[in-house]
């Protein structure tokens, strides 16, 4: 037989695949595949780019929906599929509400939480209702349900007192209260909005109306806690069934809402806060909820808020951007009144009450909720939702920068709580270039205050066997055997090195991470993050990034720069220890490089902890300048940068650039970058802030 050239035939396919590609990808596109490819890249990329330009991801769905949308690009339709997931977002994000609210820091300052929450609604409805009426001419209805928005709120900032061991103040504790019960008071009014949107005025429909909620009331928060406990004590290892079950619960307690009139997310949040003591917040369950709300559900109805917003009308007209101005001062002026007299009737400190707005002034969960069911049933116009999306991201960013400043002023007012250094060493070197097998043994060795018969771990991290470094087990044995240090050589099988470090960090307990580091700093790092940043964000322990060129021994001078405040850190004394080991091993004479100003207080510092080995101070009128100068003194200097987590007291925009500026100006010279020790870990996705109270879990220290 002849062979047949295959040219004819994709010649005769070409016109058929070319009408085929033309009809999927007409806009906006139909196909479900496409549209859900689209989708899920947007939630990929977006809060990865909106970080790195400290941006709320929130704000970036938001943006990325009116683009995508039909007032934008026209790419997709916000009917059909992405309708459907956006108000299955709007329940999930509702359900959160709840289920996150701490409801035991509630009982235990009541009578305070009903004073500062009923403040914090009626002041900002109060001021909204008049704006409304007298500044923008609205209606009763539109003035109610805008003026509602204004008394929502969201502890979008609450990791940051978490981090910084806040949580159990008392300022703290008013205003997670607060949040619970304006935003339980704004979606009651909500019924009353609805029902005279509809026209119901007659005492018999409010009869029917009012028993229905009793009634409705009665099986959720009597029924469904017996319900889920029963299910929950038959299905104690299935947690597919489990969240399965809770889901279901959820869209049940919305379907029930529905029958009697009211709007289903009052149902999804009155299902999160009856099921909050049934599932723990450290639960595998509540990890799951938590995962695919803010993994899916939620960012797919931003996404879909930002498809119905109308770009053009936002662009072209005054009329938004006017009223997003006047609502986000009117906003957030309120929110500081109710803090204000708050302070005032509790005799509260100027901070505290600073720390109280700060909490309380964000708004996203509820009020993006509430102004989009209002925008859909005809009450509020497009540039309400408009304006909306401003004072969400406005407010958002207010909370975070006045509730970090304050927070940090706070913790640095009360008497330093010390770090508890553990009991035996146990050193963590993640080693993937067996060049750095060496320089890291001896410096580990160098500051091993404990004894030397315990070994270094020196771990590789690998996909499969075949990834496992036979070169570094032999460098180690080595050096183990010629140095007389004690090494153990471990492997873990993992996806990536930074979860495989995590996870041989808990299995041995590691009291240190020693890592090396290269100095070179890629543009793939900077978007997507570096090991290190993915080790810093999961682990507690102190972690050295070392680049060493020399021996240790060579040391003659340790240049310590210090950043300001680093002294208030709860883990000052633990680092400082290290470099005094590595001085007394070395022979080498400390330096701290330190801020003119804070010269004072760090001496102070030093004599509180009895430091009594000999050193000099270098004192530096910009601590920024130094870091962009950073050069060592003499060929045996070794730089030692004292760097900061996120939250900490002493962290800064700056910290964060310390391995980029290393990477440039001590390419090729010795030095070591301390992030010190974190006594809490809190474990919350930078997406999921706007879901609920953005409460995260905390791993306390042992």
Not at 43 to 51: D, R, S, T
Not at 550 to 566: D, F, G, Q, T, W
Request: charged share 15%; with cysteine.
């Amino acid at each position: 037989m002849l062979a047949t050239s295959p040219l004819p035939i994709i010649t005769a396919l070409t016109p058929a695949l070319y009408s085929n590609a033309s009809s999927m990808f007409e806009l906006p596109i139909q196909e479900p595949v496409i549209v859900f490819c689209i989708t899920l890249l947007v939630i990929l990329i977006v809060p990865f780019v909106f970080a790195k330009f400290k941006l709320p991801g929130i704000i970036g769905l938001i943006l990325s929906g009116m683009i995508l949308g039909g007032s934008g690009f026209n790419i997709l339709n916000s009917s059909g599929s992405i309708e459907l997931l956006g108000n299955v977002g709007l329940m999930y994000l509702m359900f959160l509400a709840g289920l996150e609210l701490d409801m035991n820091t509630f009982v235990q300052n009541r009578n305070k939480n009903l004073v500062f929450g009923f403040l914090t609604f009626i002041i900002p409805f109060a001021i909204g209702y008049w704006a409304c009426r007298h500044i923008f001419n609205y209606s009763s209805l539109p003035s109610l349900l805008i003026s509602s928005m204004f008394s929502t709120q969201t502890l979008i900032a609450y990791p940051i007192v978490s981090r910084l061991r806040l949580t159990k103040t008392e300022p703290v504790g008013i205003a997670i209260g607060g949040t619970i019960i304006t935003d339980t008071i704004v979606l009651l009014l909500l019924i009353l909005i609805i029902a005279l949107h509809n026209g119901e005025s007659s005492s018999s429909y409010w009869l029917t109306l009012f028993g229905s909620i009793a009634a409705y009331l009665f099986f959720i928060v009597y029924i469904f806690p017996k319900i889920t406990r029963w299910f929950f004590k038959n299905t104690a290892t299935d947690l597919i069934a489990q969240y399965v079950f809770v889901l279901s619960m959820v869209f049940l307690a919305g379907t029930l809402a529905k029958l009697i009139n009211l709007e289903p997310i009052i149902g999804a949040f009155m299902a999160g806060i009856v099921l909050n003591r049934q599932i723990p917040h450290a639960s595998t369950l509540m990890s799951r909820i938590e995962f695919i709300g803010n993994a899916i559900f939620i960012p797919i109805f931003l996404l879909y808020v930002g498809m119905l917003i109308d770009l053009k009308a936002f662009v072209s007209g005054w009329e938004s951007l006017r009223l997003s101005a006047i609502l986000i001062l009117l906003g957030i002026s309120s929110k500081w009144m109710a803090a204000y007299i708050t302070q005032k009737i509790f005799i509260y400190k100027t901070i505290e009450r600073q720390l109280i707005f700060g909490l309380s002034t964000a708004h996203a969960a509820a009020t993006i909720a509430i102004i989009l069911i209002g925008y859909q049933m005809g009450i509020v116009d497009i540039n309400v939702l408009n304006a909306t999306v401003v004072v969400i991201f406005a407010s958002c960013v207010v909370s975070a920068i006045v509730t970090e400043q304050t927070a940090k002023k706070i913790v640095l007012r009360q008497a330093p709580s010390q770090y508890k250094a553990e009991k035996s060493e146990r050193l963590l070197l993640p080693v993937s270039n067996p060049f750095n097998v060496q320089p890291l043994i001896e410096f580990a060795n160098h500051i091993n205050s404990h004894s030397k018969r315990t070994p270094l771990y020196i771990l590789n991290v690998a996909k499969d066997e075949k990834g496992i470094s036979h070169e570094i087990r032999k460098k180690t044995e080595e050096i183990s055997v010629t140095t007389e240090i004690p090494t153990e050589f471990i492997v873990r099988m993992d996806i990536n090195i930074s979860s495989g470090i995590i996870r041989a960090c808990k299995e041995i307990t590691a009291s240190k991470i020693i890592m090396g580091w290269s100095g070179n700093y890629s543009t793939r790092e900077w978007l997507f993050g570096s090991i290190l940043e993915s080790v810093l964000r999961d682990s507690r322990q102190p972690v050295y990034v070392v680049s060493l060129k020399n021996s240790p021994h060579s040391i003659r001078s340790i240049e310590v720069i210090v950043p300001p405040l680093a002294e208030f850190e709860p883990n000052f004394k633990e680092w400082l220890n290290t470099i005094q080991i590595l001085s007394k091993q070395s022979g080498a004479k400390i330096e701290f490089n330190l801020l003119y100003n804070n010269t004072e207080s760090f001496t102070n510092a030093l004599v509180a902890l009895g430091f009594k080995h000999k050193y000099d101070i270098e004192q530096v009128s910009n601590w920024h300048t130094m870091l962009n100068t950073l050069t060592p003194k003499t060929d045996n200097s070794l730089i030692v940068i004292i760097a900061a987590r996120k939250g900490s007291i002493s962290h800064s925009s700056r910290v964060e650039l310390i391995p980029r500026i290393a990477s440039k100006q001590l390419k090729g010279k010795d030095f070591v970058i301390i992030y010190p020790a974190q006594p809490e870990t809190t474990r919350t996705d930078s997406r999921a802030f706007f879901a609920g109270i953005g409460q995260s879990s905390i791993e306390e220290e042992h």
